[in-house]
């Protein structure tokens, strides 16, 4: 090959790989008076985890469910800029659009169907893939190497299920659908210490062995900031921050108003307003 031919190889070698999911400049509003996000944007690179930070009521959910389209079930809409998946356009598309094209949301508060058995829940994310009766055992049975304890419940009603195993079963849904992008929402949300440690090594297996690209909205950044790669933080609907995670880890900051810790050890809020602390993001 010449010096000639191989200028533009490199060029290509070097160049950065497309994002599967590219998230630029929306802005969401809801009952056509709420504006919920302000200028958001976001990539998400293919097999990476990507945690979305902040408080309550930051706009995380709301960001996601703009991504997966739900948005419109809660008399919502994106009014500005655009999201891509994978290089096309999904500002339309429906929630099942996205099934199909391997993208799964598993849903704030988990949303199991308690009436159904544990097992029964799993299939249902099964449903709009055509798969033999053989396949879907092999699937379950994947399911449940993830997670051994939701085999010993299989035939348990899932609204009887501890908070813990109703995530697991939400998690294990979603992944019955074969994903290769899964938007997370507030998984550690209500649960203790060690099973939220136990559901992000089950994340960071999915992602590592099985490449799945994730983005994860998460309040607990100690936790998130752990287990991903990049990470960027919300509050009131706007990014006011972003970089690695092992950054945004060690950031003075994000230390002090997102893990609680500052120079001097513990961070109190009791004497600062809020508007201050905000401010210095800006």
Request: net charge positive; glycine share 8%; charged share 25%.
């Amino acid at each position: 090959m010449t010096a000639l031919a191989e200028a533009p190889a490199r060029a290509a070698a070097a160049a950065p790989a497309r994002p599967v999911l590219a998230v630029k400049n929306i802005e969401a509003i809801y009952d056509n008076i709420i504006l919920a996000l302000r200028g958001v944007s976001l990539d998400v690179p293919e097999g990476t985890v990507v945690a979305l930070l902040g408080g309550n009521g930051a706009g995380k959910s709301t960001t996601l469910k703009s991504i997966s389209t739900m948005i419109a079930a809660e008399r919502g809409k994106v009014t500005k800029g655009s999201i891509e998946f994978r290089g096309e356009r999904i500002d339309q598309l429906t929630p099942n659009d996205l099934v199909n094209r391997g993208m799964v949301q598993v849903m704030e508060g988990r949303m199991c169907f308690g009436h159904l058995t544990v097992e029964e829940n799993l299939i249902a994310g099964a449903y709009t893939r055509s798969i033999s009766r053989a396949e879907m055992r092999q699937d379950l049975e994947r399911v449940y190497a993830y997670f051994p304890r939701l085999k010993v419940r299989r035939t348990s009603q899932a609204g009887y299920t501890s908070g813990g195993e109703q995530q697991m079963v939400a998690i294990g849904r979603a992944m019955m659908a074969k994903p290769n992008t899964l938007l997370l929402d507030e998984p550690s949300m209500g649960l203790a210490p060690q099973i939220v440690a136990e559901i992000f090594e089950i994340v960071r297996d999915l992602n590592q062995r099985e490449g799945v690209s994730i983005l994860l909205a998460e309040q607990n950044a100690s936790v998130a900031l752990k287990y991903a790669d990049y990470g960027y933080i919300m509050e009131s609907g706007r990014i006011m921050m972003h970089g690695p995670a092992a950054a945004l880890s060690e950031n003075k900051d994000v230390k002090e108003f997102y893990l609680g810790i500052s120079g001097e050890g513990r961070a109190s809020f009791r004497d600062q307003k809020s508007y201050r602390r905000r401010k210095r993001w800006i």
